[in-house]
């Protein structure tokens, strides 16, 4: 029923309105009689027209009625057309401006309907014009003619205004969407960052714990430099996290993202774990690759080789990377333990986020087991990353 707007609108609308009515109520007083009878008429005509436009915008529907109101008065009083009449025009623009799909409507059928009874009523009951005949009827149907188009042309030019308030609604809201749409990715981009730093990083802890364990009595020195690389490692990942934990507060900001230089320390952790890793680097990149191609292949690396120390028997692992011009493959092969099933099915949201990031730069991704051995295979074609 109400529409909500701003302070400034209300009390300029008032003001307007306030003015309209000390304008309106003297032509109208002069133009009507002086008893009292037409005194009593005009004022209350005058207060419902500049009500119907002081609350025009906030409530259509209400200035619709108002103004019907006013024109049922100004008939029951048998007034003519005057100064007050004016704020008609303004309460149908309104109406098809702002006003809800009924309201719209409505305002539609309030012009139509009162082209007809202004035309009934001028050639009707009102005194000084002559009743409806043929000899008139001419008169009378141009009279309609203009009424109807004096009165659709406000509300044409409200549906005109109504239909650039949607556009430029609904241009807002798919903006905030597609800005939503980029904060969701973010978000997710930050926890898959996440997830890979991490899941690595204590894979890593976690190897090397084991290994001081069992040799802190034998070798003390192997113990102490398992300590080491734990320390390492624990204080690389907090770095990390802090940075992923700062983007996801601030996202206007990217940190320093991991690139293909970092993955000859990425393979220095795993195999300060006790990891066999051989890689086989055949072509080598020729160039510089792009950014979100060096990107991927490092956190896929990073996920699959994680996979390899967390789930695997503990043997080679064998990683072979392949720079074409066109393309990179990656392949990342590890031995599985005798207690894992050659047909159970491979779940996890690491091997979720290895193909979401291959998607990501338009590539694919297959994971699964093959002969005693787990295998991860990519390929990321080149051309496409942006």
């Known amino acids: 029923m109400f529409r909500v707007l701003k302070p400034y609108q209300i009390v300029v609308d008032v003001i307007v309105a ?20 037409a005194t009593l008429s005009s004022t209350l005509l005058v207060l419902l027209m500049a009500t119907a436009l002081a609350v025009r915008r906030i409530s259509p529907a209400l200035a619709l009625g108002v103004a019907w109101a006013g024109a049922i ?18 309460v149908l623009y309104a109406t098809a401006a702002y006003g809800s799909r009924r309201v719209f409507w409505a305002g539609l059928a309030s012009s139509i309907l009162g082209a007809v009874v202004i035309t009934v009523y001028l050639f ?3 005194p000084g014009f002559n009743t409806l005949s043929w000899s008139n009827l001419p008169t009378a149907v141009a009279l309609l003619i203009a009424a109807a188009f004096g009165l659709g042309l406000w509300w044409t030019i409200g549906a005109l205004v109504r239909t650039g308030i949607r556009a430029r609604e609904n241009r807002k809201a798919q903006e905030a969407a597609e800005a939503e749409t980029v904060t969701e990715q973010e978000r997710v981009r930050i ?6 730093v991490v899941a690595h990083s204590l894979a890593v802890v976690i190897a090397q714990a084991d290994g001081a364990r069992y040799a802190a009595a034998a070798d ?24 992923l934990l700062t983007q996801l507060r601030h996202s206007q900001g990217e940190g320093p993202q991991p690139t293909i230089a970092d993955l000859e320390e990425l393979y220095a952790q795993v195999r300060s774990a ?7 680097v055949e072509p080598t990149p020729q160039g510089i690759p792009p950014a979100a191609i060096q990107l991927a292949v490092y956190r896929i ?20 990377l392949a720079w074409h011009p066109d393309r990179v493959t990656l392949h990342v092969q590890n031995p599985l333990p005798d207690s894992v099933a050659p047909d159970e099915p491979v779940r996890g ?11 990501l730069v338009g590539g694919t991704l297959d994971a699964a087991a093959e002969d005693g051995s787990f295998v991860v295979s990519a390929t990321i074609p080149i051309g496409r990353a942006s």
């Open 18 to 37: 306030g003015l309209f009515a000390l304008v309106a109520l003297p032509y109208e007083l002069v133009s009507s009689s002086t008893d009292a009878y």
């Open 73 to 90: 008065l100004q008939m029951g009083f048998l007034r003519p057309p005057g100064f007050a009449d004016i704020a008609i025009f303004a």
């Open 124 to 126: 009707g009951p009102l």
């Open 191 to 196: 926890a898959r960052d996440m997830h890979d």
């Open 220 to 243: 003390p020195q192997a113990a102490t430099a398992a300590l080491g690389t734990i320390a390492t490692t624990a204080r690389s990942a907090l770095s990390d996290v802090r940075l």
């Open 274 to 280: 006790g990891v066999d890793l051989r890689v086989d």
């Open 301 to 320: 690396l990073q996920e699959a080789l994680t996979n390899a120390l967390r789930h695997g028997s503990g043997g080679s692992v064998t990683v072979r």
């Open 349 to 359: 949201h690491g091997l979720i986020g290895m193909r979401e990031r291959a998607l």
